[in-house]
C-alpha cells in the first residue's frame, strides 16, 4: 500500500502543464531573449515590406507599359479607322459615277426609243449609250467584293446600291491589326495595375508602421511599454500580410 500511495503521489505531481504554465513559460521566454525576438520580427518584417516594395514597384512599370502600348494602339487604330474610311468615302464617290453614267445609257435610250427608228440621231443616242453603259461596267468592277442591297428600280430591274455603313462595318470587324492592337484592353489592364499599386503601397505604409512599432519597442526600456508597442507592431505585420492576400485574390492584372 505505501508502494501505490508512493506512485500515485508522484503521478500527481507529474500532471499536465496547464494554460497558466504556458503563459509563465512563454512570459519567461519574453523576459530572456525579448530583444533577440524583436530583433528577428524586424528582419522578418523588413524583408516582407521590401517584397511588397517589390510588388508595387512592378505594378507601377506593368501599368506606364500598359499605358504606353494602349496609347500606341489607339493611335494606330485611329489611323487605320481613318484609311478605312478614306476608302469608303472614295467607293461612295466611284459608285456615285457609276450611277450616273447608268442613269445617263438610261436617259438616252429611252430618248433614242421616242426618235424614229434608224435615224441618225437614233443611233448616235444608242452609241451614246453603249459608251455609258461600258464606262459603268468599268467602274462596276472594284465593287464586286463590296456590300450591296439589291433596289428595284421601275421596269422591275434590279441594281445593286452600295452600302457604305456595311462595308466599313465589314472592314472593322475583319481587319486584323484592328482586333490584334486592343487599346481598350490595355487601358482596363492599366487601370487595373495602377489600382493594385495603390493598394501594394497602402500594405507597405502598414508595414512601415509596424516596423517603427517594433524598433521603438527594441529600444524601450521599459517591459510593459515594450509588450505593448510590439503587440501594436505585430498586429501591423499581420494586418498587412492580410491585405496582401486580399489584393492579391482581388485584383488580378492580365497579361497582355
Not at 472592314?171 to 492592337?181: H, K, M, T
Request: with cysteine; net charge positive.
Amino acid at each position: 500500500m505505501t508502494g501505490i500511495a508512493a506512485a500515485t503521489s508522484r503521478l500527481r505531481q507529474r500532471r499536465r502543464p496547464s494554460l497558466a504554465d504556458a503563459r509563465r513559460s512563454l512570459a519567461r521566454l519574453v523576459r530572456e531573449h525579448g530583444e533577440t525576438l524583436l530583433g528577428l520580427a524586424i528582419v522578418a518584417v523588413s524583408i516582407f515590406g521590401a517584397y511588397v516594395l517589390w510588388q508595387a514597384a512592378e505594378m507601377a512599370d506593368r501599368s506606364a507599359d500598359f499605358d504606353q502600348r494602349g496609347r500606341q494602339a489607339a493611335i494606330i487604330a485611329g489611323q487605320n479607322r481613318a484609311r478605312i474610311r478614306s476608302a469608303i468615302s472614295y467607293e461612295t464617290r466611284l459608285f456615285a459615277a457609276f450611277t450616273d453614267h447608268v442613269a445617263t445609257a438610261d436617259a438616252l435610250d429611252a430618248d433614242a426609243a421616242r426618235r424614229p427608228r434608224g435615224g441618225p440621231l437614233a443611233a448616235s443616242m444608242h452609241r451614246d449609250a453603249r459608251i455609258e453603259r461600258a464606262i459603268a461596267r468599268r467602274l462596276e468592277v472594284p465593287f464586286q467584293a463590296l456590300q450591296y442591297v439589291p433596289t428595284t428600280l421601275r421596269g422591275g430591274d434590279v441594281r445593286p446600291e452600295y452600302d457604305s455603313r456595311s462595308e466599313r462595318r465589314f472592314l472593322l470587324s475583319f481587319d486584323p491589326s484592328l482586333s490584334d492592337l486592343a487599346p481598350k484592353a490595355l487601358v482596363r489592364a492599366a487601370g487595373k495595375a495602377r489600382n493594385r499599386r495603390f493598394w501594394l503601397t497602402a500594405v507597405d505604409t502598414i508595414v512601415i508602421a509596424g516596423l517603427f512599432f517594433l524598433t521603438i519597442a527594441l529600444l524601450s526600456i521599459r517591459p510593459r511599454l515594450r509588450r505593448a508597442l510590439a503587440a501594436v507592431g505585430g498586429l501591423c505585420a499581420v494586418g498587412a500580410i492580410v491585405v496582401l492576400l486580399v489584393v492579391q485574390w482581388a485584383s488580378e492584372v492580365p497579361t497582355l
